[in-house]
């Protein structure tokens, strides 16, 4: 029945978020058509959150935020503040090109997929 969940971002410069996610974060991809990358993510899981109306995130989640930030600031990658204690686990923002913002994050709870 469902055999993968697709992810989209939107971004202003969608070609420096490409370049990005194939040159920082190394994600493997394949063509859809010349220059339309589609990007291989890492294993997924979804939760599903109580809320006043629907909306929709996406967080790269690490087993080790601090060593993970290390190496992506050694790429260039910019975080907005500090990580965060919450009950679900360490996390921080970090920061795309065109200002696009993702969660990233050490998580404290257990996890859907094998790490």
Known sequence: MITAVHALIYARDA???RAFLRDVLGFEFVEAH???PIFAL???ELGVHPADGPRYELSLMCEDLTGTMGELRARG???RGDPTEQSWGRGVT???PGAVELLLYEPRHPIAHAP
């Open 42 to 44: 890492p294993p997924a």
């Open 77 to 79: 990658v910019t975080f």
């Open 34 to 36: 010349r220059g339309w």
């Open 15 to 17: 070609d420096q978020v």
């Open 94 to 96: 970090m920061v795309l």
